[in-house]
């Protein structure tokens, strides 16, 4: 008997009638002779409309009661699966986030997963059951309080109980039937994927692309998880995330998708001394504050002062920038925010070891007249931080020059 994690997300679950369609996919699941643990997402823009009543009310709300709002999306969304499977004649049992026993960090809004205690999942494995739990959502056993995992915070859900339950398979179930070159909604030539590596579905996760989020790619390539992306609305076949390639040649130049993230925004700090420690402190107090950081440039200037630019979440811009006009005001700097970018990037596998890519890469962007105005790279992407506007346009036009060959 294989025991199977499958997560739903918002869209999937968005209505009574596909509560009613995924009920009865983890009833054939289980019928089958598989026990099954079911992560559910709310239904779609619950998670939405209820951050917006606090931004209504103020953008730079409370994070503890942000996560004890948020969490009702979910808390409320898992009875009424679980009743749809009871009602189609199989035994089930919803649980929260503390119910299923996830244990996180007291971070809110974006807590990490410390340990599960998996001892009330598998007592209703034991009975038979199957267990529909809340994804997005834990608890800090210091304080008691309800935490969230961020946004796609279920897929973390989903992945995290499949480590510590040593699932056999962890299927994700989204509105898409698989992972594609780029955003089939941009480009009406992308390519599905039959299959990827961990380590490129991670950086395409974490630079925009929308069908995984980064962290649960991750747990997925620490705890060594196959991830298989599907459609819940349609029987196709999808897309396996794993560290089995099956010896595909790492020589080989292979781009696996071109990507876009316009939830970014750009801080500039311009005028700091140019001396050792002055980016040491700026970014100590971003990350006392628990901000994350992505693209970082740090441009000398003339008269021993220096221009330090960096990027963020568009959620987390107040508070960075808050953040930021502190330690400027103490040297005399300068702080510059801009909502209006977006960072789009190129992923594969031998692309520091092929030459040309880089190039290649300005060399399209310049012809459609689209300034980069940042650029970092890894072993396998290279991002520029361009204007929001030519996004979609950057996307197609890089598809074209590395996929499509156009």
Known sequence: MALIVMKFGGTSVANVERIKNVARQAIAKKKAGNDVVLVASAMAGVTDKLIGYLNELTPDHNLREYDQMVSTGETSNVPL???????????????TGVQAGIQTNNSHSKARVV??????LKRALGEGKICVVAGFQGYDPASGNITTLGR??????????AAALKADKCEIYTDVDGVYTADPRIVKDAKKLDVISHEEMLELASLGAKVLVSRCVELGMTHDIDIMVLSSLEDKQ???????????????????????????AKIVVSGLPDKVGTASKLFTELADANINIDVIVQNATRNELSDISFTVQKNELVRAKNVCDVAANRVGAKVHADENIAKVSIVGVGITSNVGVAATMFRVLAEHAINIQMISTSDIKISCVIDEKFAEVAVRSLHDAFI???
């Open 81 to 95: 699966i679980a009743q749809a499977i009871i009602s189609a004649g199989e035994a089930a049992e919803s649980f």
């Open 115 to 120: 340990r599960i205690d998996t001892a009330n």
């Open 152 to 161: 796609g915070g279920s897929d973390t859900t989903a992945v995290a109980l």
């Open 238 to 264: 999808g897309t396996l995330v794993t560290s089995k390639l099956g010896g595909r040649n790492m020589e080989n130049l292979v781009i696996s998708g071109i990507t876009s993230d316009k939830n970014q």
């Open 404 to 406: 499509t060959g156009k």
